[in-house]
């Protein structure tokens, strides 16, 4: 037969299953709270490796957009460099060859070498036409001049072409522009075939033909050039 508990008995029982119910529910929030921890070390992890590997590519983007830029300002600083020594090459040249320009008239001051250099002006014409007859058409100021040259050029002509002779007039009614510093013009072919040596002319071939030498002369060799003018 079965005792009834005293009081004290259900009391001790009582604390008894509440320490019981205390312990099992401080175990379950503790598990509770590890796995709450694991998930959120897992999801700090996942949430750092992403934003980690975010700015690694964001990173790499903006190097790779900042090396670009630096390529490109490295380019167009050498384009622009290089273009301003062409420029002021050229400037060089140009003030080069207008000075030349500038002193053509100081060729037929002296009457003596002025003839001699019409002389051979004409010879060249003579041979290049290989005509019977031309016309030499010069300035109205060098008329004298002209005309010894031309008959120092057909006795040169006869003897080196072995006695063959030509006819070569001055052509009085078509003088050289005015602004032409000198030199002469060999006509023949009735007038179709023109070769001009002006002194302005040949200044023009030599500023084309002469180029390369003089560039190299002033600047020296460019050994990126393959091919010169």
Do not use: W
């Not at 001051?109 to 007859?133: H, S």
């Amino acid at each position: 037969m079965a005792h009834a508990m005293s009081d004290d008995q259900v009391a001790g029982e009582l604390k008894k299953m509440t320490a019981f119910i205390r312990q099992e529910a401080l175990e379950k929030a503790k598990e509770i709270q590890i796995k709450a921890d694991e998930e959120f070390a897992i999801e700090k992890s996942k949430l750092v490796r992403q934003e980690t590997s975010s700015i690694d590519s964001q990173y790499e983007k903006k190097f790779k957009q900042a090396g670009m830029s630096q390529q490109i300002t490295r380019s167009t600083l050498a384009n622009k460099t290089r273009l301003k020594v062409l420029s002021a090459r050229q400037e060089l040249l140009d003030d080069l060859f207008d000075r030349a320009r500038g002193k053509l008239p100081e060729y037929t001051k002296d009457k003596g070498k002025y003839q001699e250099l019409c002389k051979n002006l004409i010879l060249e014409g003579l041979y290049a036409l290989n005509e019977d007859k031309v016309e030499v058409r010069a300035r109205k100021e060098d008329y004298d001049v002209v005309k010894k040259a031309i008959e120092a050029a057909k006795d040169e002509y006869k003897k080196t072409m072995k006695g063959r002779e030509v006819k070569v007039s001055l052509d009085e009614k078509n003088p050289q522009p005015q602004g032409c510093s000198g030199g002469v013009s060999i006509v023949g072919t009735g007038g179709k075939i023109d070769i001009n040596n002006t002194l302005d002319e040949r200044l023009k071939l030599l500023e084309t033909d002469a180029l390369p030498m003089v560039r190299t002369s002033l600047f020296g060799k460019n050994e990126n050039r393959r091919f010169v003018d």
